[in-house]
């Protein structure tokens, strides 16, 4: 399992509105597999226009992985920090957003001798993001990323509608997601449901999400998740 299969959850965001706009994000990711990822992060985007808006943000976080070699399932873990800048457009009923970055990781694997092997680099990381909201309250967004460290490539498409609100601003979203990744040595698919609360006064939402991945080292394995959004 590789560090770009949670790349794009922790450098997603949601769609700046066309005025200054600052955030915090948050999320961690389990599976069935011993896998996780648990990701913080901050972001600050300026208007240039009605339409355009330029800014960066920075996340870090810990993968936990498992991976096989010769026969035998090893264990990883690899820390992180990844630092962007991108440029996102505002039309009338979506957005899009486009990001450079560089990806900073110390991975740690396990050896088939039960040694630990250690390693720095660095890399390269780009991604774009696509969102649109539309009448009866649906809404639907599509992010890819590519890593240089490990020519990653990474997709996820969600779609989402608001079917109850609490009060006159909270409002409670069902939905489905699903993705797809890999390189030369590993590919997944997943799919799940996700399960949104969201206040537009407060400009938070906490996103949960549960499914199935099926990847070239295993089948089957249950993932599930939490996302948490702020801005401000």
Known sequence: MSVAVFLAACLASHPAAAADSYSLI???EADSEGQSFSYIGAGVFRPLSPEYSVGGKVFAGYLKYRFDSNGRTLDAESPMVTPSVGLQYHGDGFSLAGSVGVDFRKTSRETASGATE?????????????YTWWAERYSAELIASYSTIDSFFWMRG???????????ST?????????????SDFSAT???????????????????????????????AV???IEAFYGF
């Open 26 to 28: 948050g999320g961690s």
């Open 118 to 130: 250690t390693s720095s680099e660095t890399g390269a990381a780009v991604q774009a993001e696509a």
């Open 158 to 168: 969600r779609v989402k509608k608001g079917v109850y609100t609490v009060g006159n």
């Open 171 to 183: 409002d409670l979203k069902v939905g489905a997601e699903a993705a797809g990744m890999g390189n």
């Open 190 to 220: 997943q799919a799940g449901a996700v399960l949104e609360f969201s206040n537009a006064p407060l400009n938070l939402s906490v996103l949960l999400k549960a499914g199935v991945r099926n990847s070239s080292a295993s089948s089957g």
């Open 223 to 225: 993932y599930g998740g």
